[in-house]
């Protein structure tokens, strides 16, 4: 049983680029969070998603960024018009429903140049 | 708004020491607690995750208090390796949300 598979592992991104950020959850999980972790900083989530849902997207962006979990395929976090400030690790996390204990991914580490 | 606090931020031990992190919360209103690992450039790993019901929970050379009144968590770690060395983080689930709210961290360092 695979964990929570994140890819790419490292994506290098111009200032105005996309980036888009992928997350297969464990088998049986049908819950997605993804966090940022900036330099030098802590955890901060960022969305809630459940299959073709978006339960809680508090922590998103305003702009430029966005989020989805299809009924088939991994969550796909997206970036447009990356800058700078958008360099970090972003963890993907899933859980099965009940929302017990979660399990991370390995992190996307995202350098805008 | 629930905030999640970590003293001390680093930490230093000689290897063999006996060990307490703490992790402080604001609002008592938690579904559950859980203590996590990571180690540099990677990800987290789960350690421990205690229920907002239970008072405590141990793995290993690992335990894990709850006192939820008091809004606090203690990760104790005995006999500590330099394998434990890592930074360790405190997040909790909040009642009636699904995300996770991290403390900072307390990173380790356990010399040989």
């Known amino acids: 049983n695979a964990g929570v598979m994140q890819n790419p592992r490292h994506l290098v991104r111009r200032r105005g680029q996309e980036a888009r950020l992928r997350c297969s959850p464990m088998?049986?999980?049908?819950?997605v969070y993804w966090y940022r972790q900036l330099p030098e900083e802590g955890l901060k989530f960022m969305v809630y998603?459940?299959?073709?849902?978006?339960?809680?997207e508090s922590g998103m962006p305003k702009e430029r960024f966005s989020a989805e979990f299809p009924k088939e395929g991994p969550s796909i976090l997206r970036i447009q018009q990356v800058v700078r400030g958008d360099s970090a690790a972003y963890f993907c996390?899933?859980?099965?429903?009940?929302?017990?204990?979660?399990?991370f991914g390995s992190g996307t580490r995202l350098t805008v140049v | 708004k629930q905030e999640v606090t970590q003293i001390p931020a680093a930490l230093s031990v000689p290897e063999g020491e006996n060990l307490v992190l703490n992790c402080s919360f604001t609002?008592?209103?938690?579904?559950?607690l859980q203590w996590f690992r990571q180690d540099p450039g990677k990800g987290l790993t789960s350690l421990l995750l205690?229920?907002?019901?239970?008072r405590e929970q141990t793995s290993g050379r690992l335990n894990a208090s709850l006192d939820k009144s008091s809004g606090r968590s203690t990760l104790y770690i005995a006999a500590s390796q330099p394998g434990d060395s890592a930074t360790y983080l405190c997040?909790?689930?909040?009642?009636?949300?699904?995300?996770?709210?991290f403390g900072q961290g307390t990173e380790l360092s356990v010399k040989p």
């Open positions: 996390a899933s859980s099965p429903p009940g929302s017990r204990g979660y399990t």
């Open positions: 088998k049986g999980h049908s819950h």
């Open positions: 998603l459940q299959k073709e849902n978006i339960i809680d």
């Open positions: 609002d008592s209103a938690i579904y559950n």
């Open positions: 205690i229920q907002s019901s239970q």
């Open positions: 997040a909790v689930k909040p009642a009636r949300e699904g995300k996770l709210i």
